[in-house]
C-alpha cells in the first residue's frame, strides 16, 4: 500500500476522524478485515456480517498495532468513521489505482477458471515487473478492493480476479482499477439462477470488455460463442484464444499422461514452443491458454512463456489438488466451488486419474443454479453414476436429485 495520513483517509472515503485519532498517523499497510492479521501500520476494515461484527474486534486490532479503524460507527480506538464501509473501501481502492499510472492493470473473468488463469498469469507478468494478485478468489466487491490496495510505487502490474452475481457488478470492479487487459475466459452454467440464463450471464462477464480503452486488449475465448461475440462490445484490439485455428494464441496435438496432465506445442503469431503443463485436467489447457495470450499481448517471448507454464503448479487451494499417500491412496481435492461444468471436466480427471484402480467420490449438490436445479443436479448424478465409481457419497441436503439421477445412471 502507499502510505497515507488519516487526514488523506478520511478525505477520499468521506469520512471523520473519531476517538481522538491522530491527522499525521500514517497507515503503511496492508488493509484487512480480520483483526488476526493485523500488523503494525495496518489499517483494519470493520464489516457487520451475519454472524460476526467486525467493530467488536476493533480494539484487539489497534492493540495488534493498527493505526486506525475504518468503521461504521464509533469503536473503541482511533477511528476513520464512514456511512458505508464497503463503499469507503471500494473508494479508497480507487484513489490508490489512480495514484499508480504507471501500473498495468489485468482483469480476469469467466464462469471457471478465473483463479488458475489469474495464477498462471501472475507468474508470467513476475518476470516482467512486480506483481500483485488476489489470495486465491478474492474477486468480489471486498476481496477486489483488498488486492488493489496491495499495491505500491512498486508495482508493475495488477492480476486482478472479477467476479459476478448480478449485471452490472463487473462494471463496477473495473471502476475501481481501470483494466487495460481484459481475459474473458468462458461463459457456463455457475450462478445460473442469480442470472437467470447464460445469456445474461455472458452480458455481466462482458462488461469486463466493455471497460477496456482504446488502445487495450481484449484477449476472448475463440471456442466459446458467447464469449468470442464479446468482440463487438469492445473498443480494444481483440486477441483470440483456443484450440480453433482462427485463435492467435492456441495449442495444438494436446495429449494426457496417465496422471491427467496435458501437453501441447503453443503456436503464436511469432512462433511456437512445447508446453507440458503440471496442473491436472484437460481445462488447464484452456486457463493456460488464456495466460499465454495476456502474456504475449505484454511482449514476453513464446518460450519464456511456455517455460512458465511448463513449470508452473497449483497455487490456490482445492483446484484439483492431488496427493498420492503412503497408503497407497491418492485424494483429489477440488472442492473450492462447483457447477456443472467445473464437476463435468472433474469427473473427467478422475476417470484419467484413476484408471484401472477403485474410484470413489464425495460431492454435494450444486446450488443458485434457479428453476433448472434439480434437472442439473440429477443430471450430475448421471455422471456420477455412469463414470464407474466404486462408491459414491452424497452430502448436505438437497441430495435427493442427485441421487435419483445416480441410481438411474448405475441401473
Known amino acids: 500500500m502507499i502510505p497515507l495520513p488519516l487526514a488523506r483517509i478520511a478525505e477520499i472515503t468521506s469520512g471523520a476522524l473519531s476517538g481522538m485519532a491522530d491527522p499525521r498517523a500514517v497507515v503503511r499497510g496492508p488493509v484487512v478485515i480480520d483483526s488476526r492479521e493485523v500488523r503494525p501500520g495496518s489499517l483494519f476494515v470493520a464489516f457487520k456480517g451475519a454472524r460476526v461484527d467486525g467493530h467488536d474486534y476493533a480494539a484487539q486490532a489497534v492493540r495488534g498495532g493498527a493505526v486506525a479503524v475504518l468503521a461504521g460507527r464509533p469503536v473503541e480506538g482511533p477511528a476513520v468513521i464512514v456511512p458505508d464501509t464497503a463503499a469507503a473501501l471500494a473508494d479508497l481502492a480507487t484513489a490508490q489505482a489512480a495514484s499508480l499510472p504507471g501500473a498495468t492493470v489485468i482483469g480476469v473473468t469467466g464462469s471457471a477458471g478465473k483463479t488458475t488463469t489469474k495464477d498462471l498469469l501472475a507468474r508470467l ?40 452475481r448480478g449485471i452490472g457488478h463487473i462494471e463496477a470492479l473495473t471502476r475501481i482499477a481501470p483494466p487495460r487487459i481484459g481475459v474473458v475466459l468462458n461463459v457456463g452454467t455457475a450462478h445460473l439462477g442469480p442470472f437467470g440464463g447464460k445469456e445474461a450471464i455472458a452480458q455481466a462477464k462482458g462488461e469486463l470488455v466493455e471497460s477496456l480503452p482504446r488502445g487495450g486488449v481484449a484477449v476472448l475465448n475463440a471456442d466459446d460463442e458467447l464469449v468470442r461475440a464479446m468482440a463487438s462490445r469492445t473498443n480494444a484490439r481483440v486477441t483470440l484464444f483456443g484450440r480453433s485455428p482462427g485463435a492467435a494464441i492456441r495449442a495444438e496435438g494436446v495429449t494426457v499422461d496417465e496422471r491427467g496432465r496435458a501437453s501441447y506445442t503453443l503456436h503464436t503469431p511469432s512462433g511456437a514452443a512445447p508446453v507440458k503443463l503440471k496442473l491436472y485436467g484437460t481445462a488447464a489447457v484452456e486457463n493456460s491458454l488464456a495466460a499465454a495470450a495476456a502474456g504475449y499481448e505484454l511482449g514476453l517471448p513464446v518460450a519464456t512463456i511456455a517455460e512458465e507454464l511448463s513449470d508452473a503448479t497449483p497455487r490456490s487451494r482445492w483446484r484439483m489438488e492431488v496427493t498420492d499417500r503412503p497408503d497407497g491412496i491418492t485424494v483429489v481435492n477440488d472442492a473450492y466451488n462447483a457447477n456443472p461444468d467445473s464437476m463435468r471436466a472433474a469427473f473427467e480427471a478422475l476417470a484419467v486419474l484413476g484408471k484401472g484402480r477403485r474410484r470413489f467420490a464425495v460431492i454435494a449438490a450444486l446450488r443458485e443454479l434457479g428453476d433448472d436445479t434439480d434437472a442439473l443436479n440429477s443430471e450430475l448424478g448421471r455422471l456420477a453414476g455412469g463414470s464407474g465409481l466404486s462408491g459414491l457419497v452424497v452430502a448436505g441436503p438437497d441430495a435427493g436429485p442427485v441421487l435419483d439421477g445416480a441410481f438411474a445412471a448405475a441401473a
Not at 489470495?135 to 471486498?142: C, P
Open 125 to 164: 507478468t513476475a518476470r516482467i515487473g512486480p506483481t500483485i494478485a488476489p489470495d486465491g478468489s478474492h474477486n468480489n466487491e471486498i476481496g477486489h478492493p483488498l488486492t488493489v490496495l496491495k499495491a505500491d510505487l512498486d508495482t508493475r502490474f495488477m492480476v486482478l480476479e472479477l467476479s459476478a
